[in-house]
């Protein structure tokens, strides 16, 4: 329930409705992951596709932005597909 009182439900068996709110281990390139864009408080969708010196991942997002984030700043995104990884 939203504060609001609006109600959203899922399907049990759907996975994707859940997002553990944990630092991942290990950040894998190709993943989906996802993260505020620009340290906002909105998630989204997008998949590592690269990664600096400076230990940062380079997450590009579903409508192609892109930006860096500390894997502290990830969260994996349970089978999600991208029309954009492998690109």
């Known amino acids: 329930m939203f ?3 609006d109600r959203i439900t ?4 759907d996975i994707s409705a859940v997002i553990p709110d944990q630092e ?4 894998h390139m190709g993943q989906h992951v996802v ?3 620009k340290g906002g408080e909105v998630y989204y969708i997008g998949y590592v596709s690269d990664k600096d010196s400076y230990n940062r991942f380079k997450v ?3 409508d192609n932005d892109e930006g860096f984030y ?3 700043q990830l969260r994996i995104f349970p089978d ?3 029309a954009l990884a492998g690109l």
């Open 3 to 5: 504060d609001d009182g």
């Open 10 to 13: 899922h399907n049990i068996r």
């Open 24 to 27: 991942p281990h290990q950040v």
């Open 35 to 37: 993260a505020t864009w």
């Open 60 to 62: 590009t997002f579903d």
């Open 70 to 72: 500390l894997a502290k």
């Open 80 to 82: 999600h597909h991208s």
